[in-house]
Every structure is written in C-alpha cells, then in structure tokens.
C-alpha cells in the first residue's frame, strides 16, 4: 500500500469520525497478502502516519477526529463484544475517595483480566461474573460510547469484591 493510498483512506475515514481501525479492515481495503499489508504498515509505523495500539488494532494519529481522551475510548476496540465499565482504582481516584491517581485506567468487565499496554497508557481489565445487565442500572454513562462509568458505591463494592487495597480509601462515613 502506497503512502498517498493510506493517507486518503485514513482522511476518508477521519470525515466519517473514525479514528481507530482492524487490520482485518485495512486488509479488507486494500486487498493486500498478509506479508505484504503487514510490511507496509511497518513502514507506515515508523514515518507515524498510523500507530499499533495492540495486536490488531490501529489509530490514526492525524485524525481530527480523535477523542480528548484517547485511553478509555479504546476500550469499546478492544472489548467490542463485553461489558466493560471505569471502576476499582480509577473511578475511585475521580471521586475522590482514594489519594492517589492510579498509574492505569482499571476496567471492570466480562472478558478475561487482562492487562494492555498501549502507547497511550495502561488499561487494566478486571473480570467480573456479576450480572451486569442488572447492575447496568446502577454504573453512569460517558461520552465514549460502550462504556460506562460506577457509582462510587458500586467502585467500592467492586474494590472489596476482587480483593484489591481497601487501605487507600478515605472514609465519607457509612458507604465503604
């Protein structure tokens, strides 16, 4: 695949507010062996016209269209057939509860756990057999569409539930 190629499909995309993409997309696009796509998405890595975010998984990082808040709007790419919700440490550390900010966004959610490291920082899945259709009920949506956001009672819970460091939280009386 040419660079010009590349680039007027990535621009296409961007007007349509797509940002990320699947190899299995591009291979799609530009009908390309595998050998052949492959290496020249190595090629395009390395002069930055598109950035690996995980095995598969592609952003395009000249898009306009890129959200303000890259990391957890990869969640929905890399979990697009579970329940994914911000809880545990994260969502702890923006209410407030605990001190610290943690050093990776924790995701609750009904794949596997899972740790992904992506350039733009760490993503931390956490599995939880919960029910989540009627826990859905309790978390907050966000601007990123598939996932959402617990309450703090439910990032509590969830806390003590996986038996993660219940030490850091500060009390507000009565909900921890």
């Known amino acids: 695949m040419k660079t010009r190629d590349l680039i007027k499909a990535l621009d296409t995309l961007d007007k349509q507010g797509i940002w990320a993409f699947k190899y299995s997309s591009l291979k799609l696009r530009f009908q390309q062996s595998d050998r052949a796509l492959l290496k ?19 952003v395009n990082p000249r898009a306009r269209s890129l959200p303000p808040d890259i990391l957890p709007a990869l969640v929905p790419w890399l979990r697009p057939f579970e329940m994914n919700y911000v809880s545990l440490e994260s969502a702890l550390s923006d209410y407030g509860r605990i001190s610290q900010v943690p050093g990776r966004l924790t995701i609750m959610s009904t ?19 919960r029910n989540l259709a009627n826990l859905k009920e309790q978390l907050l949506e966000t601007p990123v569409a598939g996932l959402y956001r617990a309450t703090e009672s439910v990032a509590v819970r969830d806390l003590k539930r996986v038996g993660r460091n219940t030490g850091l939280l500060q009390d507000r009386g009565g909900d921890s």
């Open 40 to 58: 020249s998405l190595s090629a395009h890595q390395k002069n930055g016209y598109v950035l690996k975010v995980a095995k598969g998984l592609y």
């Open 111 to 129: 794949g596997k756990s899972w740790l992904q490291r992506t350039p733009y920082g760490d993503i931390e899945f956490v599995h939880t057999r």
